[in-house]
């Protein structure tokens, strides 16, 4: 049975399909394109004003942070109970990160105790992953590798950024579930739909939509498609705060006030989430 049905949308049928289960919406002019290294470079400069490499004391700063919200719930997950003071919550577990760059944060991952794995498709990252940071990175995509491959095999799957690029949505949902062990946790970052961007300025959001986004999420289709996958969300919170592109009421408001409805119902134009897999 798939998980996905789409029909077009109500408000935008020439732009998007939706999931009438999830919610999920499907853009209808995306298209495929490769991921080398000038793509991996170019993509980067052009939307933080920096390479990849200078950023990567921040980069290292957001993977800690990352990790820091991972051991406040490794308790909670049985796959591990350690006394945090003999040793890291993260000893004897295992991650892997989907789309893992130069492997900042799977360094950072290593060092705070994981095993670690990463897959990815720029060759020049591949390089320096492995041969300056000394990291298992494995160059293929997701979908080349099976889907029982990894069968339980992870404590935690990450993909920042990564899955609104895939096209074959079963594909990678159905691997994202198979490869983490029953308690184990799902960390993903991704653009959303739920935020003011698209809420309130639908004409910008599409004329600045990435044409190889192929889907895109929200925190509500996000929660509806991981419950019938088996997860529950324990985390989720924008990445950043842009009241400035809100043009609705919720623009008018006091930055704190903003901030404060922004994290409570994960308002963003983008957003990380992270979900467990259910052990039953």
């Known amino acids: 049975m798939s998980l996905f049905d789409f029909i077009p949308h109500r408000k935008f049928p020439e732009y998007y399909e939706i999931c009438r289960h999830t919610g999920v919406l ?12 000038s793509y ?109 491959a990894w069968k339980e095999s992870y404590s935690v799957v990450s993909a920042f950024f990564v899955i609104e690029h895939i096209d074959d949505i079963e594909g990678i949902w159905r691997r994202l579930q198979t490869w983490l062990k029953p308690g184990g946790f799902l960390y993903l970052a991704v653009p959303s739909s739920f935020g003011p961007s698209f809420e309130t300025n639908p004409k910008e959001w599409f004329m600045t939509h990435p044409s190889d986004h192929f889907f895109d999420y929200s925190v509500h289709s996000l929660k509806k498609l991981l419950s019938i996958l088996g997860f529950d969300v324990n985390y989720v919170r924008p990445m950043s705060y842009h009241s400035y592109r809100d043009l609705g009421l919720r623009g008018k408001l006091p930055e704190w006030l903003y901030r404060l409805y922004a994290n409570q119902f994960a308002y963003g134009d983008t957003i990380e989430l992270i979900a467990r897999k259910r052990t039953h």
């Open 26 to 37: 499907r853009y209808i002019p995306a298209k495929q394109r490769e991921y080398g290294d």
């Open 40 to 148: 991996f470079m170019e993509e980067y400069k052009s939307q933080y004003k920096k390479s990849y490499y200078e950023d990567e004391p921040n980069l290292r700063s957001m993977a800690k942070r990352r990790l820091a919200n991972l051991a406040k719930l490794v308790p909670l997950s049985g796959v591990s109970k350690v006394d945090p003071s003999e040793r890291t919550p993260f000893q004897n577990q295992t991650l892997l990160e989907i789309g893992s760059a130069a492997g900042f944060f799977l360094d950072e991952a290593r060092i705070a105790g994981y095993q670690t794995k990463g897959l990815e498709l720029s060759p020049k990252e591949v390089e320096y992953s492995r041969n300056t940071l000394g990291l298992d990175v494995e160059s293929s995509s997701v979908l080349s590798i099976e889907e029982g």
